[in-house]
């Protein structure tokens, strides 16, 4: 029995390309462990987005590298963005690396492993344009996915902006969108296995077919996709990532809130609140404009809550410059939050053009800061929540309490109520009894399957799901 060692660090799309690559090696009859030095092969999935990225994986290659020194058949790879932009720098600096498959072609890890076992020496494919042998997404084993009831899919790679800061455009390249009917077939051997929510995933979902039907310029492929994935029997929930407030439309927003499936739920990160940070960041946006694309979720998506990114500490940004984006955050009321201190990234506009001249306990308060000013409107907002009814989907036993399961509500918040793990996979309604900024505690109200029938009510996460909950009885 082969054993394979497995790290992956970044996006949701890193989690799921470790996914595809690791069911690659299940299929071939590999077992994974988290213990290196019990492992044929090591392999990591990288990230570029901050350095502290990338310096972690140089720890864990020099980790690596002394068990090789002991046990010289170890290979040792290394995938994703990393490998795409420093690939020169990892051959001369980690000479013991074996194995170097960049974000488009990842998928022939297990076939390149048997070539370098049998002699053929280091393997570095990074091109830009995917094997037609070896496609990212072709052929999924789905039954290698870590969720049970949930799973992502990936409809478009790549991104075609140029935001200042962003090393994404230079690892990924330009956008690539899968067929619609691709897509289909992969949710449905999903759905035929267990899964009742999907995640549909891109670095900007908005522009999703965009390459593929250049005419249908603003349409909203995105729709038609999800309009299509919404008629498969036995998918429930339907999320994507990620809605920049970029080529959205008010009429996409409308499309939207008109799929029952469509969880009410949009990230839409926002980066700044402030327009000259924003235009340095060339986010192609104003304020102004992202309260407008908040607006349009809101009046056409009944219920929706909205996530959000931010970067503090971006070049020349001034105290007042981050009291913007301190009072967008205020005024908005995300859901939730993602706060980063900005990381300069070699080949980025940015880099060649503007200092990183915030100093680092600068980016570090500002982070704790805006951290803070979320997590007190976050719990504020959910301190409305007690008393309510929510639907969840049950995912199993929670990882802190043995008695309780979590799950997620429609509006995508991790909910804990009592139970067992016979319970995963059903909907369950829940009365929220207790909150905090990242999380809800609840009773449960009804289990699918102990009521007569559970009618699939749409959506309305925050004020409609209630409502519809509250006409479920056990
Ligand atoms: N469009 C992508 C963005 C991926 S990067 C998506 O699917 O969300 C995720 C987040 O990392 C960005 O939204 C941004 O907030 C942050 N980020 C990107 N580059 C960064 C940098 N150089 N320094 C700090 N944070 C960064
Ligand atoms: Fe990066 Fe901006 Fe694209 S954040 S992934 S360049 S939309």
Request: with cysteine; aromatic share 6%; glycine share 8%.
């Amino acid at each position: 029995m082969k054993r394979v060692y497995f790290t992956s660090f970044g996006c949701q799309m890193n989690v799921l390309d470790s996914e595809l690559v690791l069911g690659d090696f299940k299929r071939t009859g590999y077992q994974q462990t988290d213990d290196m030095r019990l492992a044929d092969i090591v392999l990591i999935n990288t990230c570029s987005i901050r350095e502290l990225a990338e310096e972690k994986v140089w720890s864990l290659l020099g980790r690596a590298r002394l068990i090789k020194q002991e046990r010289p058949a170890l290979k040792i790879g290394v995938m994703g963005c990393m490998a795409q932009r420093v690939k020169e720098e990892l051959i001369r600096r980690a000479p013991h690396v074996d194995l170097v498959l960049g974000t488009s072609n990842f998928r022939s890890a297990v076939q390149d492993l048997e070539d370098i076992e049998s002699g053929g020496g280091r393997v570095v494919r990074v091109a830009k344009r995917p094997d037609p042998e070896f496609l990212p997404d072709a052929d999924r084993n789905v039954a290698a996915r870590p969720d049970a009831f949930r799973a992502f899919v990936t409809i478009v790679r790549g991104c075609n902006h140029s935001c200042s800061y962003c090393i994404v455009p230079h690892t990924r390249g330009g956008e690539v969108s899968r067929p619609q009917a691709e897509v289909w077939a992969e949710v449905e051997r999903l759905v035929a296995d267990g899964v009742r929510e999907v995640t549909f995933l891109g670095q900007n979902i908005n522009t999703y077919g965009q390459d593929l039907h250049p005419q249908r310029l603003h349409t909203g492929a995105i729709c038609d996709l999800l309009e299509a994935a919404s008629g498969i029997e036995g998918l429930d929930r339907i999320r994507f990532l990620t809605s920049n407030p970029f080529d959205m439309t008010e009429d996409m927003m409308r499309r939207f809130g008109s799929i029952p499936k469509v969880m009410p739920w949009l990230h839409i990160p926002a980066q700044a609140g402030n327009d000259a940070l924003l235009a340095r960041m060339q986010r192609t946006y104003t304020v102004d404009e992202y309260r407008t694309v908040v607006g349009w979720a809101r009046k056409h998506i009944p219920g929706v809550e909205i996530t959000s990114d931010f970067i503090v500490g971006f070049s020349g940004e001034t105290e007042e410059e981050f009291e913007g984006t301190k009072a967008l955050v205020r005024e908005i009321g995300f859901m939730q939050t993602y706060v980063f201190k900005y990381s300069l990234r070699p080949m980025t506009i940015s880099a060649r053009r503007m200092p990183d001249d915030v100093p680092e306990d600068v980016k570090k308060s500002r982070n704790v800061e805006l951290l803070a000013v979320q997590d007190e409107a976050a719990l504020t907002r959910n301190r409305g929540l007690v008393g309510r009814r929510l639907e969840i989907l049950i995912e199993g036993i929670s990882k802190s309490d043995d008695r309780r399961v979590t799950g997620r509500d429609m509006n995508n918040r991790l909910v804990h109520c009592e139970g067992d793990a016979a319970m995963a996979g059903r909907m369950a309604i829940v009365e929220i009894t207790d909150v905090a900024a990242h999380s809800l505690i609840g009773k449960r109200v009804a289990l699918e399957s102990e009521v007569g029938s559970w009618s699939y009510r749409g959506y309305g996460g925050g004020a409609a799901s209630a409502c519809g909950a509250e006409t479920v009885s056990a």
